[in-house]
């Protein structure tokens, strides 16, 4: 084989296998993203439910 078919034969393979790394990069982003965000509002609804059960405690005694 010459050197431009053997090129030519791995390029595919490496595309798909930078292809491959790029898309697992990205859903690692992502995923990060999505846990940050649901923390954040899992923190915000705490923050709520908290001051509105001291609300209730002081209004019941």
């Known amino acids: 084989?010459?050197?431009?078919?053997?090129?030519?034969?791995?390029?595919?393979?490496?595309?798909?296998?930078?292809?491959?790394?790029?898309?697992?990069?990205a859903a690692w982003f992502l995923?990060?993203?999505?846990?940050?965000?649901?923390a954040g509002l899992a923190t915000i609804v705490a923050v709520v439910l908290a001051i509105v059960a001291v609300v209730w405690a002081v209004r019941t005694l």
């Open 31 to 38: 995923l990060k993203v999505v846990i940050g965000i649901v």
């Open 1 to 25: 084989m010459s050197r431009m078919e053997t090129e030519n034969t791995s390029s595919p393979f490496l595309m798909k296998v930078l292809a491959i790394v790029v898309l697992a990069v």
